[in-house]
């Protein structure tokens, strides 16, 4: 009788950008000094920017919501939530933080046209093969008026050296997130964006040096000691790496 053939315990490796990284994160979605840290920093102020909902029913659709991390920074703003993504093991968190879950593509979201009254794409474009097709669907869900509000890496060489090169080198960043062939180009974005109504303006943004830097030091120490102050996203004055996007659905 043969023996049994011993079982891995490496973690597999998987190409960049593969969707299957994110069930085999799924244990850091919620850790403050995870390897989503900073998807928590760049939840918290594009929720900034969105306004408290004008009246009773608002809804809000979040493209590509992951665990659910704009939802707590939602509260009291007085919209209904609900979150599209692929990853199921995600989902079940973000229903956790009440969040109304849908398993499902952001670029054929089973929703009806002019639906919502914001979308948001969060860390979302740069992810997806066709990202043209997941900005007609965030256009066609809005109803007119209503906000769309993203971020995303810029297609420059400076977005892939700071976010892969650097950035896939700091402590907990998962190595291979990204896929810088998919970069989005902020002009191509915006006039994307226009074909299907909405005037998207767009910013750079940047987390605080100094927030970041004593991040890093803390995580570097890896101490029990309690968890800093949470980096902060501020506004900078070029789009060539990281940039938000606001625009509102006319018609």
Same mark, same amino acid.
């Given at each position: 009788?043969?023996?049994?053939?011993?079982?891995?315990?490496?973690?597999?490796?998987?190409?960049? &950008?593969?969707?299957?990284?994110?069930?085999?994160?799924?244990?850091?979605?919620?850790?403050?000094?995870?390897?989503?840290?900073?998807?928590?920093?760049?939840?918290?102020?594009?929720?900034?920017?969105?306004?408290?909902?004008?009246?009773?029913?608002?809804?809000?659709?979040?493209?590509?919501?992951?665990?659910?991390?704009?939802?707590?920074?939602?509260?009291?703003?007085?919209?209904? *939530? =609900?979150?599209?993504?692929?990853? %199921? #093991?995600? !989902?079940?968190? @973000?229903?956790? *933080?009440?969040?109304?879950?849908? &398993?499902?593509?952001?670029?054929?979201?089973?929703?009806?046209?002019?639906?919502?009254?914001? =979308?948001?794409?969060?860390?979302?474009?740069?992810?997806?093969?066709?990202?043209?097709?997941?900005? @007609?669907?965030?256009? %066609?869900?809005?109803?007119?008026?209503?906000?769309?509000?993203?971020?995303?890496? &810029?297609?420059? !060489?400076?977005?892939?050296? =700071?976010?892969?090169?650097?950035?896939?080198? /700091?402590?907990?960043?998962?190595?291979?997130?990204?896929?810088?062939? /998919?970069?989005?180009? #902020?002009?191509? !974005?915006?006039?994307?964006?226009?074909? *299907?109504?909405?005037?998207?303006?767009?910013?750079?943004?940047?987390?605080?040096?100094?927030?970041?830097?004593?991040?890093?030091?803390?995580?570097?120490?890896?101490?029990?000691?309690?968890?800093?102050?949470?980096?902060?996203?501020?506004?900078?004055? #070029?789009?060539?790496?990281?940039?938000?996007?606001?625009?509102?659905? #006319?018609?």
């Amino acid at each position: 009788m043969r023996d049994a053939a011993p079982v891995s315990t490496r973690p597999r490796v998987l190409p960049p &950008n593969d969707p299957r990284q994110y069930d085999d994160l799924a244990d850091e979605w919620w850790r403050p000094d995870g390897a989503f840290a900073m998807l928590h920093w760049l939840a918290r102020a594009r929720a900034a920017l969105v306004p408290p909902a004008s009246g009773q029913d608002a809804l809000l659709v979040d493209l590509g919501c992951g665990a659910g991390l704009l939802a707590p920074h939602l509260v009291g703003k007085g919209y209904r *939530h =609900v979150g599209v993504d692929l990853t %199921r #093991s995600a !989902l079940v968190q @973000a229903a956790a *933080h009440g969040v109304t879950v849908l &398993n499902g593509d952001a670029t054929a979201v089973p929703l009806a046209d002019r639906c919502a009254d914001v =979308v948001s794409a969060g860390e979302l474009l740069e992810h997806l093969p066709d990202w043209r097709r997941a900005v @007609a669907e965030a256009c %066609r869900l809005l109803r007119p008026g209503g906000l769309l509000v993203l971020d995303t890496l &810029n297609d420059t !060489l400076l977005a892939r050296l =700071v976010a892969v090169e650097i950035g896939e080198r /700091l402590p907990t960043v998962p190595r291979g997130i990204h896929d810088p062939r /998919l970069f989005v180009d #902020s002009r191509a !974005l915006v006039a994307e964006a226009a074909r *299907h109504g909405v005037e998207l303006r767009l910013r750079g943004v940047r987390p605080a040096f100094g927030g970041t830097l004593a991040w890093l030091l803390r995580r570097m120490r890896a101490t029990d000691r309690p968890r800093g102050a949470e980096p902060r996203i501020v506004p900078t004055w #070029s789009t060539a790496v990281l940039y938000q996007g606001r625009g509102v659905k #006319s018609g």
